[in-house]
Structures are given as C-alpha cells and as structure tokens.
C-alpha cells in the first residue's frame, strides 16, 4: 500500500479505521522506521482514538525525524491545549510558523490552532487578528467561523453573523441569503462524518448568534435542534434523530437529562405541558437531581421519575424521546410572557420571611475539555471584585456572606476571608435539594451564570445574574429583567470583561431589595 492515508481513512465515511489501520502503519513502520509521515500518521489515528500519549510519542519521533514538519507542530499543539497545558501548545504552534516555505495549506492550519489556543487564552483581540490572517490563508468554513467565534467575544454579534453566514453558504454551496432551509439539514446523514458533526457545529453556531440579536425568533430556536448532531453518536446511530418527539400526541414520551444540571432546572417548567401529550410520560434525571424533583416539582400523575440508566440508550427504547434541553422547542418555544415561564416552577419549603444570608457564586468550576473551560472562564468573575462590594453589602445590611461555591479551585483569596470570618461556606453536598435547602434560607444569591442562577429562578429566591457581555441568548443582551424568572435580575458588564461595572449594577440591585424588604 504507498499511500498511508488508504490505511487511515475510510474513503465512505471520512473516519479513521481502527485496530486494521493501526497494524498496518505498525507493521510499515517496523520495516520503514525512517518514514516520519508514517509515523506522523500513526500519531493522527491514537489521537483520534484518544490515545493521548502515544500520539504525542508518535509526533516527537517524527520530529526527531524532520524537525520542520508543520502539521506535527500542529498537531502537537493541539494535542496540549486539549490538556489544557495552553504554554506548551504554544510553543509547538510557535515553531511551525516559524518555519520557511510552508504550503498557505499548512499556514492556514497553524493559524487555525493559533486563533483557538488565543481564544482559549481570552486574548480576543489577538486570537481575531489570527482569525483574519486565516481568512486570508484561505475563505473556508473553519476561517470563518473562528472569526466568527471572536467577534462575538467582542460584542459585536452582527459581523459574528454575518462572518458565519459566510461559513454556513460555503459549507452548503448555496448562495441563497434566504436560510429557511437549513433546518432540513440537521439531521441529513447524506454526507461523511466529518461533514456531517462539521455541519451541525456550523447551524448550532448560526442560531446562538441569531438568538443573541433576537431571543424570540423561533426558526432560529429550531436551529438549536443541530447540537444533538454534533457529536459521533448523531452519526453512528441514526435513531437518534429518527425518534426525537416534536411536540406530537404520542402514548409514550421519555425526556432525559442530556446537558447541563442548569439547563435540566430550567426546563423542569415544561413537564406539566409536555405531560398533557401522552399516556405516559417517562423522565430519567442525573442523580443529584431526583431528590429535588420528587420533592419539589408538583408532577402530573401519568409522570415515571427514574435515574438515567447507564447502559441504556433513549433512543433505544422504542419510544419518542428528547432532551430536556429541547423540550421547550418541540412545545412551541421560549417565549415572552409564555405560561411555563416566568413564575417559580419548584416548591420551596422554608418561608421567606426567615429568611438571612447573601449567597456568592464567583465561578463556573473547572472543566477537562478547551472548548467547555475557556467557556466557564468568560463567565467567571474575579473573587476580589465581587468580593469587595460584598463585604460592603455585609455592614450596610448586617447579612452574612455564605459561599455557594462546591469548588473553590485552592483561591488563596477566598480562603483568607474564610480564614478572617468574612464568609462562611455554605455548601457540602453535591445534592440539589440540599444546595436548594440552603439557599432557601438566604435573602439574596449574587451569581454568575451557572446552574445556581437557574435554581435560583425556579424557586422564586432573589437573584441577581452577574453577566459577561455578551452572554447566553436566554438571559438577553440589555434589559435588567429576565424572561426565564420573575425572581432574577440581571447585572451586566458595560464591555466585554468589566466586571467592576457589573458588580456596580448589582450593588444598586442589593440595595433596591433591602429596600423593598424594609417597606
């Protein structure tokens, strides 16, 4: 076989091979030890396999080879920052820029890596200079959308869609600026995987982009439906798609706990609608949910509450199903002023009159994948900053400062405030009645945008959002309002990143509360 890439890769599915393709490079290589594209593409299928080490073993060998690879480089600082070691992916990326003669292929490559590495960063500015050097490279869908990706970090979420308009018509080939079509789309398997998980990534992007200007357009809303294909099980198992209920009478529907614990909380509002279009209405929750639910949540009679199973699959349960995180587009969509919205939705058991207590979340928690940590990053507030108007709010209202926080990820600042007796900890268990039985307590929880906001909200306990702009479409782009809780305010960054700016709103907030309190 001359060519190593008829060992790699599927010519049907655009997929790697796996122990086949591997035993056949091996074998290659024991004769060929010399090959550095061998062993190069040896690297690529344990790094698609997740075979981290070996990869990385397999692309320093090929270095030791050829030093001026580039695609290793590359590769190799991908690799890192998917460890989230972003200074080692750095220098890799560094290097192979660094070299002479390259192909604007392999330029446009290493600029890719370099925008998402500067993202991953939070240096937007220089990750959008990167971004539009790619774009030069080459007009491709990857170009844009990472440009795309930085111009909305930036607030400017009308360039973000027009850059990826641009991606979605050169990953279609249309040329049409009417995009009614593109929920056709998800779903279609006609096509490689890469292609496939490619597009659905590109429509997932378009609607949150959509939604950030207008959080009410409902075909935009339907657009959200492309993040079930964004993975390889979308692909590798068609019923996935083939059984996802769309808001039908039906005598069977499950719902399934599918993202985060926030997104679950939300969209709890809907059972009692979802639960009129069927004899039976089955719900697998996470654990640390159940409690909470069969507790609080007033479930119609024809509802069965059970622990997601871990080795069964929804969609092989010869029943529509859906994840709860589309619920609310199959029964019509989010909006204003809509019935399952607005009003708490989950029973408290502690009168508010007893009330004491300002609960702080200052941090989105630490997460082992780049995309999901520079994501909890960018909401994250600075502990000193919130800090500091918190112990103000302490002596004005005589409240103590509870941390709300499970993880505290060793901040040296916080545990010097534990220390002096300026905040307490609050919570010890993992458990969301428990995190529900303590915050009930409380007069007032000051969050960023967590699971905790969305608590917050379904209990009716006082909330203020502290809000990065831009933010997640659900909570808006302005208004001081959300749509979502009647119990939640919102406190925004004047610009991207100033969070000084936000807490100044929030302390207007705290204190317009105590003032409603006292009269």
């Known amino acids: 076989m001359d060519n190593p890439l008829e060992a790699r890769i599927d010519s049907k599915t655009g997929t790697y091979l796996k122990a086949s393709a591997i035993k056949k490079l091996d074998q290659r290589i024991i004769f060929d030890p010399r090959n550095d594209e061998l062993i190069h593409q040896l690297g690529r299928i344990y790094q698609e396999k997740g075979l981290k080490g070996k990869a990385k073993r397999a692309y320093v060998i090929a270095l030791s080879i050829n030093q001026k690879r580039a695609r290793t480089l590359n590769n190799l600082g991908v690799l890192e920052l998917s460890n989230l070691h972003s200074e080692i992916a750095e220098e890799w990326l560094s290097k192979g820029l660094e070299l002479n003669h390259i192909s604007s ?4 490559l290493l600029l890719n890596s370099y925008c998402e590495l500067k993202i991953f960063q939070l240096r937007i500015e220089e990750a959008k200079t990167f971004a539009n050097k790619q774009v030069k490279y080459e007009q491709s869908i990857r170009s844009y959308n990472n440009l795309a990706i930085c111009l909305k970090l930036l607030n400017k979420i009308a360039a973000a869609l027009r850059a990826q308009s641009f991606a979605i018509k050169l990953l279609t080939g249309s040329s049409e600026t009417d995009i009614s079509y593109l929920p056709k789309l998800i779903g279609n398997r006609n096509t490689s995987q890469q292609n ?5 990534i590109q429509l997932l992007n378009l609607a949150q982009y959509k939604l950030c200007l207008n959080p009410f357009c409902i075909d935009s809303q339907k657009l959200l ?7 390889s099980l979308g692909w590798e198992e068609p019923e996935i798609f083939e059984t996802i209920w769309k808001g039908e009478q039906v005598t069977s ?5 599918d993202q985060g614990f926030g997104d679950a909380i939300q969209n709890l509002s809907w059972i009692r609608v979802a639960s009129e279009k069927t004899s039976l209405l089955k719900i697998w929750l996470r654990s640390p949910l159940i409690k909470l639910v069969q507790k609080r949540l007033l479930l119609p009679d024809n509802c069965i509450l059970e622990r997601i199973p871990n080795d069964q699959k929804p969609w092989k349960q010869n029943s529509p199903q859906l994840g709860l995180w589309y619920l609310p587009i199959a029964l019509g969509g989010w909006k204003p002023a809509h019935d399952c919205l607005g009003k708490a939705s989950l029973i408290r058991s502690c009168p508010e009159k007893h009330s004491r207590g300002i609960g702080l979340v200052w941090s989105a928690g630490k997460h082992s994948a780049a ?14 900053i919130l800090f500091n108007e918190a112990v103000q709010w302490r002596s004005d209202f005589g409240e103590d400062l509870i941390s709300l926080q499970l993880t505290k990820d060793n901040n040296q600042e916080f545990y010097r405030a534990l220390d002096s007796n300026l905040i307490k900890n609050g919570l010890k268990e993992t458990d969301w009645d428990a995190t529900a039985r303590v915050i009930e307590k409380l007069s007032i929880v000051i969050t960023i945008d967590t699971a905790m906001a969305h608590l917050c909200g379904a209990l009716g306990i006082p909330c203020i959002v502290l809000l990065n702009r831009p933010c997640d479409w659900r909570w808006g782009q302005e208004s001081t309002n959300s749509f979502l809780y009647n119990s939640v305010k919102l406190a925004r960054c004047p610009s991207p990143g100033d969070w000084s700016g936000a807490v100044k709103k929030a302390s207007r907030l705290v204190h317009m ?3 409603e309190l006292i009269t």
Do not use: C, T
């Open 513 to 515: 509360h105590y003032k």
């Open 196 to 200: 496939y998980q490619n597009m659905h």
């Open 371 to 384: 995309q999901p940590e520079w994501s909890a990053r960018i909401r994250d507030i600075p502990f000193q």
């Open 253 to 257: 529907l499950l719902l399934w706990d």
């Open 225 to 231: 439906l492309a993040g079930v294909g964004i993975n």
């Open 105 to 108: 292929e392999e330029k446009a």
